[in-house]
């Protein structure tokens, strides 16, 4: 524990000392032996670095530069091991250095331009930032024609898409490169003119039949269940029924367009009630117990409650031209409107366009956004599904990081590729077919996709309980949450428990299922006026470095801000090495008015964003939560041609991403083992 706390304390000593070291050294020629221990050392720094142990690897890299301070690989991997440490300030000084040196390219200067721009935390909710044309899944091209009117869609957790094709009666699921992996074609007399669709809380799928006068309840497989819903006028009865929303209760609300209304049921399928005069009722949504009901005939967006009391008009006449869908987005709703997608606060009406798809005859019916952070949009005039991308995002690319080599099994090696954007959003659903690995620059033998993290369905979790005098007087509600978090876990993956006090103190790693009855009277680590925070996030996340892809730290708190230290690391350092390697931050509050501002922050800022109260909060949900952030972390493997000298000679690898009109490249290399 001291020896871990001491790599923590001495990381910026060390590099400070470095530098100066290094602009002392002269420009004399290396010799043969100084050559001899640079490599040496710069091996055992590419060790460290896939090991996790990111502290060792900045010193073994430090070293090695003692000996050659012009090799430019070797600050390359510094500012690797610098920025998996989280101190990417100083990453960035070593990149910059062997970029103005001539190393790397455009690769490394991009690199150097998404690492910038991600220290300036950036709202990637915002929907009043334009969107552009990235791509198109044609219903028809030179094969035959593959789905026929696509009128509304919904985007799906692993990144694919379901298609409502409206000419074709069929429900069409396209995976993120718009190859169609599935197809449903309803009951056994099919649909009738499906409209648009939904997934219920328990997985179910609802379609609504616009000439069948009625929604089509369907399992999550897509196997027919029961109608619900007839032709009429009267309670629970539709005629032409279009969109569909549902609110917190599970309750159906339906934009009845032949009766003018928007007509209710709660999630079996039993009438409730109907509400509203519209012309043309089209596009629904519900949110806060709101319920959002574009009118195509006004051109306006009205506000109900849920139960059909109407509240305002958020948006007036002639706003819209003839609007579709919506869809809700965080605070804004998204509407296909003819050939434009608008985003409308909906809080004050303020409507934003945030795409265009030109002149020509278009008809844009549905718009959403896909699990990748794209919009996705159903083009029914022109049969074919548009995706659309931020500016920045096609100009800058995909931001690809090889975090980890096995080669123990070589020449058969094994590669763990991480995707995201230049915003951090994570890209799932790729395919092989999305990659490309190299040696240099010659494509790999036999490379295949093992799988992707994001589909796994187990997962790693560091707890940290606060050991502030706050929290002390919560112990029961601690002891609680820890034993339900365990269960949850169901005996996979593994748990650790660290205790925060002045210093942070591990106090057990292991089977969940032991932790089932555990009691915080046993902690190790004393009660302390200061909670040194940021060690013991850095503590609690060390050993998730190569645990689970799918891995949280969880902060169990009462603390106020007079009680969270961040003495050693600023809140930024802390937010980028749990960011940068991949780890949820999680915080569950024992006490509602007593919220730490630094701990909105790290919620805020790094994957997961969940904050849970204790008494309102179903804790076992933590688990489930952490388990459903996605993750973009794609294994490969490959058999190498390259000659390894006995083990000694570094061996290059490249990984290259594309989807759509977007790529990004990563360059690494790794040893084989020794002969």
């Not at 100083?90 to 390219?105: E, I, P, R």
């Not at 954007?421 to 036999?446: C, H, M, Q, Y």
């Not at 032991?514 to 609690?540: G, I, Q």
């Amino acid at each position: 524990m001291k020896k871990k706390l001491c790599m923590i304390y001495n990381i910026v000593f060390v590099f400070l000392c470095a530098q100066i070291f290094l602009f002392s050294q002269t420009a004399k020629e290396a010799t043969p032996v100084e050559r001899g221990s640079a490599e040496q050392e710069f091996r055992r720094g590419v060790q460290a670095w896939y090991r996790g142990a990111f502290n060792d690897a900045v010193i073994q890299f430090e070293k090695a530069l003692s000996y050659l301070p012009s090799e430019n690989l070797i600050l390359d991997w510094l500012g690797k091991a610098y920025y998996r440490s989280g101190i990417e300030g100083a990453a960035l000084q070593q990149w910059k250095l062997a970029s103005q040196a001539g190393y790397g390219g455009l690769l490394l200067e991009n690199k150097i331009d998404i690492v910038q721009n991600r220290r300036v935390p950036a709202d990637t909710s915002d929907m009043s930032l334009r969107f552009t044309e990235s791509g198109i899944f044609p219903g028809k091209t030179a094969s035959g024609v593959h789905f026929s009117q696509p009128l509304s869609l919904l985007p799906q957790k692993d990144g694919s898409i379901l298609l409502i094709a409206y000419g074709s009666n069929e429900i069409l699921q396209l995976d993120v490169n718009g190859l169609i992996i599935n197809r449903i074609r309803g009951p056994l007399s099919g649909f009738d003119r499906p409209m648009d669709i939904l997934r219920q809380a328990n997985g179910n799928l609802l379609v609504s039949e616009y000439a069948g006068d009625r929604i089509c309840q369907l399992d999550p497989r897509g196997r027919f269940i029961k109608y619900f819903g007839s032709k009429g006028r009267g309670a629970g009865q539709l005629v032409g029924p279009q969109f569909l929303a549902q609110d917190a209760s599970g309750n159906v609300y339906v934009s009845d367009y032949g009766n003018g209304r928007v007509t209710v049921f709660d999630s079996e399928g039993e009438a409730l009630f109907f509400f509203g005069t519209f012309i043309s009722p089209a596009g629904i949504a519900v949110a806060d117990d709101r319920v959002y009901i574009a009118d195509a005939g006004t051109g306006a967006v009205t506000v109900y409650d849920t139960a059909g009391n109407y509240l305002d008009t958020l948006t007036e006449h002639k706003t819209l031209r003839h609007p579709e869908t919506l869809r809700v987005h965080g605070s804004f709703l998204m509407a296909a409107d003819t050939n434009k997608i608008l985003a409308i606060d909906r809080h004050s009406g303020a409507a934003y366009e945030i795409a265009r798809t030109g002149n020509a005859p278009v008809k844009l019916t549905c718009a959403d956004v896909d699990s990748n952070g794209n919009i996705v949009a159903a083009d029914f005039k022109n049969n074919e599904v548009i995706v659309l991308s931020r500016m920045h995002e096609l100009v800058g690319g995909l931001f690809v990081q090889v975090e980890r080599v096995y080669a123990d099994d070589f020449p058969r090696v094994s590669l763990d590729v991480r995707v995201e954007n230049r915003s951090r959003k994570p890209i799932i659903g790729l395919k092989d077919v999305n990659f490309l690995i190299t040696e240099e620059k010659r494509p790999a033998a036999e490379q295949k996709l093992i799988g992707g993290a994001d589909y796994n369905d187990v997962c790693d979790i560091s707890l940290i309980i606060d050991r502030s005098y706050d929290s002390a007087q919560y112990r029961q509600e601690i002891d609680t949450a820890v034993r339900e978090i365990a269960a949850a876990m169901k005996g996979r993956g593994t748990l650790r428990i660290v205790s925060a006090g002045k210093v942070p103190v591990p106090e057990y790693e292991g089977n969940p299922a032991l932790m089932e009855k555990f009691s915080s009277a046993n902690l190790k680590a004393a009660v302390s006026p200061t909670v040194a925070v940021d060690l013991a996030v850095r503590l609690a996340a060390n050993d998730l470095i190569n645990a689970e892809p799918k891995r949280a730290v969880v902060y169990i708190t009462a603390g106020g801000p007079r009680f969270q230290s961040f003495g050693k690391y600023g809140l930024t350092d802390v937010s980028s090495y749990l960011n940068n390697n991949g780890i949820a931050f999680l915080s569950l509050s024992l006490d509602r008015q007593n919220i730490a501002e630094e701990i909105e922050f790290l919620v805020k800022n790094t994957p997961g964003g969940h904050y849970y109260i204790f008494r309102t909060a179903g804790i076992s949900s933590v688990v489930r939560d952490i388990i459903d952030i996605p993750c973009p972390v794609y294994r490969f493997s490959y058999v190498s041609s390259l000659p390894t000298n006995f083990g000694r000679a570094f061996l290059p690898v490249e990984v290259e991403t594309y989807v759509l009109n977007r790529s990004g490249r990563d360059e690494t290399g790794y040893f084989a083992p020794l002969e």
